[in-house]
Nanobody
Framework: QLQLVESGGGSVQAGGSLRLSCVSY????????MGWSRQYPGKEREGVAS????????HYADSVKGRFTISENRASNTVYLQMDSLKPEDTATYYC?????????????????WGQGIQVTVSS
């Protein structure tokens, strides 16, 4: 069983920065993709960024390219999402995810492991 624990969310003004962290606890067997998704109220989760353990490929959603950076520390089982130049439309609940494959910025093709979610609020 794999547990993902996020931290680092909060409130910031437009143009500011936040860094999300996600620590994985438990067996990582079969996990080859880590990443972040976000969810707006009443909407489905959308992939924001992913990083593959197979070659280190990184993918971003078009809406965050050039502003967000995903990185990983394999030794500490931690994946990060550095969010710069934040906009009010980045306000959402952000979820860490893990699965066997990356599908562009989306982690997995079905039901990956999910963290509990963390709120990011950007005010104008």
């Amino acid at each position: 069983q794999l547990q993902l624990v996020e931290s680092g969310g909060g409130s910031v003004q437009a143009g500011g920065s936040l860094r999300l962290s996600c620590v994985s606890y438990g067996l990582m067997y079969g996990v080859n993709c880590m990443g972040w998704s976000r969810q707006y109220p009443g909407k489905e989760r959308e992939g924001v960024a992913s990083i593959s353990h197979d070659g280190g490929s990184i993918h971003y959603a078009d809406s965050v390219k050039g502003r967000f950076t995903i990185s990983e520390n394999r030794a500490s089982n931690t994946v990060y999402l550095q969010m710069d130049s934040l906009k009010p439309e980045d306000t959402a609940t952000y979820y860490c995810a893990a699965d066997s494959v990356c599908m562009g910025p989306q982690v997995g093709s079905g039901d990956p492991y999910w963290g509990q979610g963390i709120q990011v609020t950007v005010s104008s």
